[in-house]
């Protein structure tokens, strides 16, 4: 093997092997957060034919701004993640699974879109392991993808979406057909989770004004038809399809605009700014270290002006997805994970020349051996981990062992009666839907057998019900009188 082919190799046996340490383990084990279990519920129920496409369904005490339909958010991910479910069951694994494809998907877009960029040599090109590496040591995107978060499928359409408009731009055959491909991709990220998904529709103007390689006239026509597939696919469901067009106006209405106006997460609109550098912080030090150590401050100035357009672009285009979070109170950090990949590859274009040079002087095809083997032992050794690990609980395990007590004693599709200060245990209650399906009712229900509150037990309630002795840490269980 050529000596640059082992240096590849060795850098994407340890990059690939980074990934899977930082999200494997999370995935294998017990313990999701709240929003992801959510989400879970959903595409499971919407598997076992409740709710439908437009309307889905989470429980039957969920009540939102008047509606018991589950319109948190855009209803593709919940029918992606159904067919999951239809293929591999109700078992905890199948969200995980799900997870992990959008990881690979992911992983293979980034990789497609770092091969179509021009470079000076294809040695270059061969350091996709690179934008990969930057990307997934981001703090807050292994953590999506341990957690089933709506960003990681964002992220997938996000990413095809911007693969096809630059294959429209550096391979003009079948031209109009990669951008009518690329809205279609926006149309589903935006599906997925609303107005986020938009943000490559800027990637056509932003191209013009950085790269310089394309027209006005071209960058106007491309971005309108961009623009348009989308835009038209919405109205054409609003207006020709009665579910569509009602969930729609809910979610923008009595969701969206109610809870931008309503329900601010922060206190200052720039605080999503100050997240997105800490999430960065450890892509960041190893530029740093990079620069600092070896010095590749030198090889800086050998980019060709087309790279140093290119860098700014993706720079740019990732900053389209976070700029517009600050039009809001409501944000949190993993609002602008889709944006993140393309940071990366940004900052990736500006190293490569210096990691090539790093190649040369650590001259890596000398112990490639050594690394080859370490990195296919450690390699094994997450495997390993992960199949002991496999069945575990990694987060909320006082809860989730309360969780398994109560199903193991409560029928699977029960109803339970519960206090408020229960009922808004969001993560409990979305832990009891997913692993036995039973469902907490905050008013009177006829159809309860059970009533739950937290400890101590100060309820009137509890008076003409039995304790139900099952050693719970945090709640006491009753079964109501016949």
Same mark, same amino acid.
């Given at each position: 093997m050529p000596a640059f082919q082992k240096t590849t190799s060795v850098l994407n046996i340890i990059t690939y092997t980074i990934i899977l340490i930082l999200v494997l383990p999370g995935l294998v084990q017990h313990g999701m957060f709240m929003d992801g279990t959510q989400y879970a519920c959903v595409s499971r129920?919407?598997?076992?034919?409740?709710? *439908?496409?437009?309307?889905?369904?989470?429980?039957?005490?969920?009540?939102?701004?008047?509606?018991s339909y589950f319109i948190e958010h855009l209803p593709l991910v919940y029918f992606l993640q159904s067919k999951f479910f239809l293929v591999f069951g109700e078992s905890i694994y199948t969200e995980r699974i799900?997870?992990?494809?959008?990881?690979?998907?992911?992983?293979?877009?980034?990789?497609?879109?770092?091969?179509?960029?021009?470079?000076?040599?294809?040695?270059?090109?061969?350091?996709?392991?690179?934008?990969?590496?930057?990307?997934?040591t981001c703090g807050?995107?292994?953590?999506?993808?341990?957690?089933?978060?709506?960003?990681i499928t964002v992220t997938v359409f996000v990413l095809a979406s911007v693969y096809f408009m630059l294959k429209a731009i550096y391979r003009t055959r079948w031209c109009y057909l990669n951008i009518f491909i690329s809205g279609i991709c926006v149309?589903?990220? *935006?599906?997925?989770?609303?107005?986020?998904?938009?943000?490559?529709?800027?990637?056509?103007i932003l191209f013009y004004f950085i790269c310089k390689n394309l027209s006005l006239r071209r960058a106007l026509l491309y971005s309108v038809i961009l623009v348009a597939t989308p835009f038209l696919i919405f109205t054409l469901l609003y207006f020709f399809n009665a579910d569509a067009k009602e969930s729609l106006q809910f979610y923008l209405v009595d969701r969206l605009f109610y809870r931008v106006n309503n329900d601010p997460l922060v206190e200052n609109r720039l605080v999503i700014l100050l997240w997105l550098l800490t999430d960065m912080l450890l892509p960041i030090i190893f530029i740093i270290l990079l620069a600092v150590l070896f010095k590749l401050k030198k090889v800086k100035n050998v980019f060709s002006i087309e790279r140093k357009r290119l860098i700014a672009f993706f720079i740019l285009l990732g900053f389209a997805g976070v700029v517009p979070l600050t039009l809001t109170l409501v944000q949190r950090a993993v609002y602008f994970i889709p944006a993140l990949p393309f940071f990366a590859i940004g900052l990736s274009l500006y190293i490569v020349n210096?990691?090539?040079?790093?190649?040369?002087?650590?001259?890596?095809?000398?112990?490639?051996?050594?690394?080859?083997?370490?990195?296919l032992i450690i390699l094994s050794g997450v495997l390993i981990s992960c199949a002991l690990l496999a069945g575990r609980t990694s987060r909320d395990?006082?809860?989730?062992?309360?969780?398994?007590?109560?199903?193991?004693?409560?029928?699977?599709?029960?109803?339970?009666?519960?206090?408020?200060?229960?009922?808004?245990?969001?993560?409990?209650?979305?832990?009891?839907?997913?692993y036995s399906n039973i469902v907490l009712?905050?008013?009177?229900?006829?159809?309860?057998?059970?009533?739950?509150?937290?400890?101590?037990?100060?309820?009137?309630?509890?008076?003409?019900?039995?304790?139900?002795?099952?050693?719970?840490k945090n709640f006491e269980l009753f079964e109501k009188s016949k």
């Open positions: 129920d919407l598997a076992l034919g409740k709710g *439908s496409f437009w309307f889905p369904h989470l429980s039957d005490s969920w009540l939102k701004n008047g509606s799900y997870c992990f494809c959008c990881l690979l998907l992911s992983t293979l877009f980034v990789n497609k879109i770092w091969q179509l960029l021009p470079m000076e040599s294809n040695e270059l090109k061969r350091n996709s392991w690179l934008p990969l590496f930057l990307w997934i807050s995107v292994f953590w999506a993808y341990q957690n089933n978060m709506l960003e149309f589903l990220s *935006s599906l997925s989770k609303g107005l986020p998904g938009l943000f490559p529709l800027t990637g056509f210096g990691i090539e040079e790093l190649k040369k002087r650590v001259n890596i095809q000398r112990y490639y051996q050594k690394i080859r083997y370490s990195s395990e006082e809860m989730l062992e309360d969780v398994r007590k109560i199903c193991a004693k409560i029928p699977t599709g029960s109803y339970v009666e519960v206090p408020d200060n229960v009922y808004e245990l969001w993560d409990f209650q979305f832990y009891l839907l997913r009712w905050p008013t009177p229900n006829k159809n309860a057998e059970f009533y739950l509150v937290t400890n101590p037990i100060s309820d009137e309630h509890t008076i003409n019900c039995r304790p139900v002795n099952i050693d719970l």
